[in-house]
């Protein structure tokens, strides 16, 4: 495991947080936030490091502030596979928990506003309504991972390479510098091809012919491997078989 490095600590971070108003500290008061303020500290890793491990003590919990970070399970034979992507304002960890149940690797380069997983808790029972905010977060994650389990269950690989670029573009609107008016939006890809295929049960084969497709298409233009500029949103969403709002539930904007 790399080891982390802290980048502050009890500094009024949380006034500053790029993240406040889309994490459920948003719903904290005054006195949480100082709390909050008190057991919280950001903590950087690089691209490819482990931030914890299946199967260890799950100790850390909190949000991602800067980056994407990959949740993936390792199955009895030694096979791992990726379960999830969190986005900055996710929350990542596992609450009332002694041990991770997945591993969560930094699958770009991370910041995460961490707190110790049982003074969480804590910080839990004494203000309701964050806690109230957090159960609200996670039903809606529940929804979103159930809605995409359906979609990889009974979709063609094309609406499924669809949906993950269209969840891409809403993502990468708080990650990437804005745009002009008239200038489509970039999209960012944080996982290299063979883990995207994974996500989506295919082959990276067959994820580059179907990318291929989307930009002879017009849908999108490849600008390199990592990036896509999204011409045709309404033609992306078209290709997905999806609606718009059922999308947007999957993104979890």
């Not at 929350?91 to 009332?96: I, K, N, T, V």
């Not at 573009?169 to 489509?184: C, D, V, W």
């Not at 002879?216 to 990592?226: A, K, L, Q, T």
């Amino acid at each position: 495991m790399n080891s982390p490095v802290d980048v502050s600590c009890l500094c009024g971070k949380c006034d500053n947080c790029v993240i406040l108003n889309h994490s459920l500290c948003n719903a904290g008061s005054a006195e949480a936030m100082a709390q909050l303020n008190r057991i919280s500290h950001r903590r950087s890793y690089p691209r490819g490091s482990i931030i914890q491990a299946q199967g260890e003590p799950g100790d850390l919990v909190g949000n991602v502030v800067k980056g994407v970070v990959k949740l993936s399970s390792m199955s009895v034979n030694g096979d791992g596979h990726i379960v999830g992507l969190l986005f900055p304002s996710d929350f990542f960890g596992r609450l009332f928990s002694d041990e991770s149940r997945f591993s969560y690797e930094a699958a770009t380069d991370v910041t995460l506003c961490a707190i110790n997983r049982l003074a969480f808790e804590r910080f839990l029972a004494d203000h309701p309504a964050v806690e109230h905010e957090m159960h609200k977060a996670k039903l809606d994650e529940l929804d979103a991972v159930r809605e995409w389990a359906a979609i990889i269950n009974g979709h063609t690989t094309m609406q499924r390479v669809s949906t993950l670029i269209y969840v891409f573009s809403r993502r990468s609107e708080n990650q990437l510098p804005k745009r002009g008016a008239n200038e489509a939006p970039i999209i960012h890809i944080p996982l290299g091809r063979s883990d995207i295929a994974d996500f989506l049960g295919t082959t990276p084969e067959t994820l580059s012919r179907n990318i291929q497709i989307l930009a002879r298409s017009g849908i999108i233009r490849i600008m390199d491997s990592r990036h896509f500029e999204l011409l045709d949103v309404a033609e992306l969403i078209r290709c997905s078989g999806e609606a718009r709002e059922d999308l947007n539930r999957i993104a979890a904007i």
